[in-house]
C-alpha cells in the first residue's frame, strides 16, 4: 500500500504522544438489524422525511460492522497509536433493558481483540448519541441517566480487563443543542432553552457510569468527552457581548464545570442584562442535587476535549442557517452564529481557524487549569468534497487542516504556549473513515479514507499516507 510521498509538513511529536483516529457506532457500522440489535432513535430519526439532507439512513453507512477487519488492518498499517469508536447501545442491550446480546458482545470483543493484536489502543465511547427508542423522552428524563449508568455497569462486567480507555459521553452540548433545542439531530425536538434538563440529565448520566465502571472494577483510564468553541462577540455592542456570554455558558461551562469543580458555573456578570425570562430559563441548575454534583464530579483520569471551530455571536433573529439547513428554531433565539471574516472553510463551510483552538486550550487552562486532568484531543478533523481519481484522493486542504491543528495544539501547551501547563497526551483525527455525517448524510466526507457507499470500497485518501511517512519517521527517529 505504500505509494508515491505525498507532500506534506512535519510533525514533531513529542515522545509518548498518542495518535488516533476517532469514530462512531451510529455513523459507520450499518448492519442496523443483524445480531440481534434493536432501533436507536438515529434509525428513526433518519427514517422520517425531510430529517436527513440527502434522504439517507443509518442501515449501511461505511459498513463496518462487516468489515471491521478491513479497517483495522488499515490502521494497522497507518501505524496509529489508538483508536476511539463507540458502543452502540441497541446492539449490546436491544430495546435498553435487560442483560448483555451475546452477539453484540461477540462483535465488539472481535473487535477489540483485533485492535489489540495490531498494537492500537482501543478507547471506547460508551454513548456518542445513539440511544435506544424505547427511551422516548430520551435526556429529558432522569432516568436516562440511571438506565445509563446500569448499561456502563454491564458493558464494564464483560470488558473491563481489556479497555485501556472508557469515555462515558460524547459532546451533550451537541445532543442538547441540536437534538433537543434546534431539532436538527435525534430525538427532533425543538424546545429552544425548554431542552436545559437535559445538560443535568446527560452529565448524571456521566457520573453514574463513571461510579459504575469502577464499581465493576474497569481497570481502563475514564474520561468524558465534552465539545469546546471558543465564543466571540461579533462586534463590541454590549448586546453582542450579552449573547455571547450566554452562548459560552451554555455551550461550554455548564458542560465542563460540573464535571471539573462539582457546581455549575456563575452566570458571568454580563448577563444581568438578560431579559428575565430568559435569565429565569438558567435557574434550572440551581436545584441540581448535592449527591448528583458529587456523581457528576467523580475524578477523572482523563479529560477529552473535542475542537472544531469557533463561534461568532450576534444579538438579534438570523434566518436560522444551520450547517444541517434551516432550523425554524435558531430562528427564534436571541443571537445568531455568524461567520469570521478572513478565513477559509471546510466543506461544511466551518472557518479553518487552529488559533482559536490554542485559544480554546488557554481558556480550559485558564478557567480550570487547577483541577484539570490530563487531556486528549478526542476529535478535531475537516470535511472536503474529496473525489478518488485513478486510485487517489489529493486532499491537500485536509491534511493542511490536521497539520495546522496539531501543530497549534502542540504549541500552545509547549513550553511557552498560551495554555502552557496542560498536560496534553494525545489527539484523534476524526475521521478514521467518511462516515455518515449525522444530518448531513453523506454530503460531508472527514475520512482520511475513502469510502464508496455504493460498494463500501475503502481508498486511502493522500491525508493517510502524508500521516503513514510521518508515523513511520517517529519511529524510526
Ligand atoms: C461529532 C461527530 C461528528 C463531527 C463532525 C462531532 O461533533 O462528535 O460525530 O461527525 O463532529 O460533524
Not at 481483540?113 to 429529558?140: N, Q
Not at 457510569?209 to 455592542?237: D, F, M
Not at 469510502?451 to 502524508?466: I, L, N, Q
Request: with cysteine; proline share 7%; glycine share 10%.
Amino acid at each position: 500500500m505504500n505509494r508515491a510521498p505525498v507532500d506534506g509538513p512535519q510533525l514533531e511529536l513529542p515522545d509518548g504522544f498518542v495518535l488516533g483516529t476517532a469514530t462512531a457506532a451510529a455513523q459507520i457500522e450499518g448492519a442496523v438489524r443483524a445480531g440481534g440489535r434493536s432501533a436507536s432513535i438515529w434509525d428513526e430519526f433518519s427514517a422520517q422525511p425531510g430529517r436527513i439532507l440527502d434522504g439517507s439512513d443509518t442501515s449501511v453507512t461505511a459498513d463496518h460492522y462487516h468489515r471491521y477487519r478491513e479497517d483495522v488492518e488499515l490502521m494497522r498499517r497507518l501505524g496509529l497509536d489508538a483508536y476511539r469508536f463507540s458502543l452502540s447501545w441497541t446492539r449490546l442491550q436491544p430495546s435498553g433493558t435487560g442483560p448483555l446480546n451475546p452477539e453484540g458482545v461477540d462483535f465488539y470483543e472481535r473487535l477489540i481483540e483485533e485492535l489489540l493484536a495490531a498494537g492500537i489502543t482501543p478507547f471506547v465511547t460508551l454513548s456518542h448519541w445513539d440511544l435506544p427508542v424505547e427511551y422516548e423522552a430520551g435526556w429529558l428524563e432522569r432516568d436516562t441517566a440511571v438506565r445509563f449508568g446500569e448499561f456502563a455497569g454491564l458493558v464494564a462486567e464483560r470488558f473491563a480487563d481489556r479497555v485501556p480507555a472508557w469515555i462515558t459521553i460524547n459532546e451533550p452540548a451537541t445532543v442538547t443543542l441540536n437534538g433537543y433545542a434546534l431539532g436538527q439531530h435525534a430525538p427532533g425536538q425543538a424546545m429552544l432553552f425548554d431542552a436545559l434538563p437535559t445538560v443535568h440529565h446527560h452529565l448524571l448520566g456521566h457520573g453514574l457510569a463513571v461510579q459504575a465502571l469502577r464499581g465493576a472494577g474497569a481497570k481502563g483510564e475514564i474520561g468524558i468527552t465534552n465539545v469546546y468553541s471558543p465564543v466571540v462577540a461579533a462586534t463590541q455592542q454590549p448586546e453582542d457581548q450579552v449573547m455571547a456570554a450566554l452562548f459560552d455558558l451554555v455551550h461550554n461551562t455548564v458542560f465542563c464545570e460540573p464535571v471539573l469543580r462539582g457546581r455549575y458555573p456563575q452566570p458571568p456578570p454580563q448577563l444581568s442584562e438578560l431579559p428575565p425570562e430568559l435569565a429565569g430559563m438558567l435557574d434550572v441548575f440551581d436545584d441540581a442535587p448535592d449527591e448528583d454534583l458529587a456523581a457528576i464530579a467523580e475524578p477523572l483520569d482523563f479529560y477529552g476535549l473535542n475542537y472544531y471551530m469557533p463561534s461568532v455571536v450576534a444579538a438579534g433573529h438570523g434566518d436560522g442557517t444551520t450547517p444541517d439547513g434551516v432550523s425554524e428554531a435558531m430562528a427564534q433565539v436571541p443571537f445568531e452564529l455568524v461567520d469570521l471574516p478572513g478565513c477559509p472553510r471546510t466543506g461544511f463551510g466551518w472557518p479553518v481557524a487552529p488559533e482559536y483552538f490554542a485559544t480554546a486550550l488557554q481558556q480550559m487552562q485558564q478557567r480550570y487549569g487547577d483541577v484539570l486532568p490530563p487531556v486528549y484531543i478526542t476529535e478535531n478533523g475537516a470535511s472536503y468534497p474529496d473525489d478518488v481519481r485513478d486510485w487517489r484522493v489529493h486532499d491537500v486542504d485536509r491534511i493542511d487542516y490536521i497539520a495546522g491543528h496539531l501543530q497549534a495544539a502542540l504549541d500552545a501547551t509547549g513550553q511557552d504556549g498560551q495554555a502552557r501547563g496542560m498536560d496534553l497526551r494525545g489527539f484523534f483525527i476524526w475521521s478514521l473513515l467518511d462516515n455518515w455525517e449525522w444530518a448531513a448524510g453523506f454530503t460531508q466526507r472527514f475520512g482520511l479514507v475513502h469510502v464508496d457507499f455504493e460498494t463500501g470500497r475503502r481508498t486511502p485518501k493522500d491525508s493517510y499516507y502524508w500521516l503513514q511517512q510521518e508515523l513511520g519517521r517517529r519511529r524510526v527517529r
